[in-house]
């Protein structure tokens, strides 16, 4: 299933969330019941949109590896992220 970042307008917090990718999450009270978090002092309805991360994959191959897939680009610490300048 994919994960997604999600962002308060409220709080300025980024949440990380795993869901389907027809579903997407609107509120601040929402992403906490999904993420198992306290809504604290950040009204239930605040504001929250998906940031654009492409959204990561997790299989539970992946789980507990223990080790990063390499670099497709092999430049990672070569000035950049993934060879990106």
Known sequence: ?????????????????????????????????????????????????RLATGGNVISSHSLGSGSAPACASGSCCAGGMCGLQ
Do not use: F, K, Q
């Open 1 to 49: 299933m994919p994960t997604y970042d999600y962002r308060c307008d409220a709080n300025n917090r980024v949440v990380e969330i795993s869901h389907r990718m027809s579903e997407s999450l609107s509120s601040w009270g929402e992403l906490c019941a999904r993420a198992g978090l306290e809504t604290g002092d950040t009204p239930a309805d605040a504001p929250v949109h």
